[in-house]
T-cell receptor, first 113, second 114 residues
Framework: ETGVTQTPRHLVMGMTNKKSLKCEQH?????MYWYKQSAKKPLELMFV???????ENNSVPSRFSPECPNSSHLFLHLHTLQPEDSALYLC????????????FGQGTRLTVV | QQQVKQSPQSLIVQKGGISIINCAYE??????FPWYQQFPGKGPALLIA?????SEKKEGRFTISFNKSAKQFSLHIMDSQPGDSATYFC?????????????FGSGTQLTVLP
């Protein structure tokens, strides 16, 4: 295990639902990330949190809302998603706030119906 | 200009052979080039990385070769093993390794036959 844990592993939700993805790391890292992985597309950075402060959102639609209550936990709140939002959502962390992700969680496979 | 082009899309190698995955970039501001390995059902994991001031970096059976003038870099897996079967992603970043400027390739699915 990488030390980055994501729940749930799989999620099916309707377009009118509200759900949340959870990520947890106990590596003592200072930065956490949300990435989107779609089939046959490069990994896309969605959000970066450094020392609990959001530093990048990469123009992600507002139907995705991140929350970082402390340096060990990261959430991605989802509402009124579209079918094209179906993908694998990956959380990652790094020790250095200006660094690149070193450890990724196993991801949440999201299907929007 | 931010794109990182990776090839091949899939690769099949016999056990003991050499696996080679190539990547090319255009943005000359990139100055940190990591490779990630992703097994089925798992998230990617940082495998090895190189800075452009060296032409080669080796860690065990994994070697990155870097050609700054051609703006190309490649991953070589020597003595490939079935346990190496995974998807490999190259990436490039500016600002000495910043996630905010980390651009990924589209991935190469490697299968090593026993």
């Amino acid at each position: 295990e990488t030390g980055v844990t994501q729940t749930p592993r799989h999620l099916v939700m309707g377009m009118t639902n509200k759900k949340s993805l959870k990520c947890e790391q106990h590596l003592g890292h200072n930065a956490m990330y949300w990435y989107k992985q779609s089939a046959k597309k490069p990994l896309e950075l969605m959000f970066v949190y450094s020392l609990e402060e959001r530093v990048e959102n990469n123009s992600v639609p507002s139907r995705f809302s991140p929350e970082c209550p402390n340096s060990s936990h990261l959430f991605l709140h989802l509402h009124t998603l579209q079918p094209e939002d179906s993908a694998l959502y990956l959380c990652a962390s790094s020790q250095r706030t200006g660094g690149i992700p070193a450890f990724f969680g196993q991801g949440t496979r999201l299907t929007v119906v | 200009q931010q794109q990182v082009k990776q090839s091949p899309q899939s690769l099949i190698v016999q056990k003991g052979g050499i696996s080679i995955i190539n990547c090319a970039y255009e943005n000359t501001a990139f100055d940190y080039f990591p490779w990630y390995q992703q097994f089925p059902g798992k998230g990617p994991a940082l495998l090895i990385a190189i800075r452009p001031d060296v032409s080669e970096k080796k860690e065990g059976r994994f070697t990155i070769s870097f050609n700054k003038s051609a703006k190309q870099f490649s991953l070589h897996i020597m003595d490939s093993q079935p346990g190496d079967s995974a998807t490999y992603f190259c990436a490039a970043s500016g600002s000495s390794g910043s996630a905010r400027q980390l651009t990924f390739g589209s991935g190469t699915q490697l299968t090593v036959l026993p």
